[in-house]
């Protein structure tokens, strides 16, 4: 697995604890800081956390989610 160095705007930004299981960072020089601070992140706490947010259930859940969506959007617009 890897340890997560990321920007607030990209997506997944949110599945990142900071200082726990990644760092979130604002400007060039937050990233070039948390580069640095990687060794001292627990590979447990970060393999804990990518356990609890990407189980295969979940995952199917996730996508069975958009397609109803996508299924119940495209329903209403035969209907216009």
Same mark, same amino acid.
């Given at each position: 697995?890897?340890?997560?160095?990321?920007?607030?705007?990209?997506?997944? +930004?949110?599945?990142?604890?900071?200082?726990?299981?990644?760092?979130?960072?604002?400007?060039?020089?937050?990233?070039?800081? #948390?580069?640095?601070?990687? #060794?001292?992140?627990?590979?447990?706490?970060?393999?804990? #956390?990518?356990? +609890?947010?990407?189980?295969?259930?979940?995952?199917?859940?996730?996508?069975?989610?958009?397609?109803?969506?996508?299924?119940?959007?495209?329903?209403?617009?035969?209907?216009?």
């Amino acid at each position: 697995w890897n340890t997560c160095c990321d920007s607030r705007h990209t997506p997944g +930004a949110e599945l990142i604890e900071h200082g726990i299981t990644g760092f979130t960072c604002v400007r060039h020089d937050d990233m070039a800081f #948390a580069v640095e601070r990687v #060794a001292d992140l627990d590979r447990r706490d970060c393999r804990d #956390a990518f356990e +609890a947010n990407f189980t295969l259930d979940r995952l199917v859940d996730e996508y069975l989610k958009v397609y109803k969506t996508v299924r119940d959007q495209h329903s209403l617009l035969k209907l216009r």
